[in-house]
């Protein structure tokens, strides 16, 4: 751990001033940590809240951030959103039957479990708009 973050003021959970915020906190209202460096204090775990004396080192801890150098999410393009879509339509699509799946099918498979050994797929699992038919016709 860098030196500098042990020197940082703490705070616990409860009394953590207005203005500052953790990565979670931000995300909740639709920001991003933008220009800030860095943590700028910590946000004591439960642990230690009931020692005062005793410095946070815990996983468990939070850094926090100052909201008034965060700035608002990016907002992903139309043609981003398309391209997560075709990606995903490509990991929840079985290779045998061409349907589509809510859940990502195994690669080490390469099918959906009814196309590798019988087992029926749950009709909810399965998306209701067919995956569309490749056209292998030659001219």
């Given amino acids: 751990m860098p030196r500098e973050k042990a020197t940082l003021p703490e705070y616990d959970r409860g009394a953590v001033p207005s203005g500052l915020a953790t990565r979670r906190d931000l995300r909740s209202m639709d920001l991003s940590p933008g220009r800030n460096k860095g943590p ?6 439960k642990l230690c809240a009931t020692r005062p004396n005793w410095s946070c080192r815990h996983p468990t801890r939070g850094f926090l951030l100052r909201v008034d150098l965060a700035v608002p999410k990016r907002v992903p393009t139309l043609a981003q959103e398309w391209a997560l879509d075709r990606a995903m339509a ?38 209701t708009i067919p995956a569309p038919a490749v056209h292998r016709l030659a001219a």
């Fill in 90 to 127: 490509a990991r929840q699509t079985c290779g045998q039957c061409r349907r589509r799946f809510y859940i990502c099918l195994s690669k080490k498979l390469g099918c959906c479990l009814e196309c590798f050994d019988g087992t029926p797929a749950d009709p909810s699992s399965l998306m």
């Fill in 40 to 45: 700028v204090a910590i946000l004591r775990c």
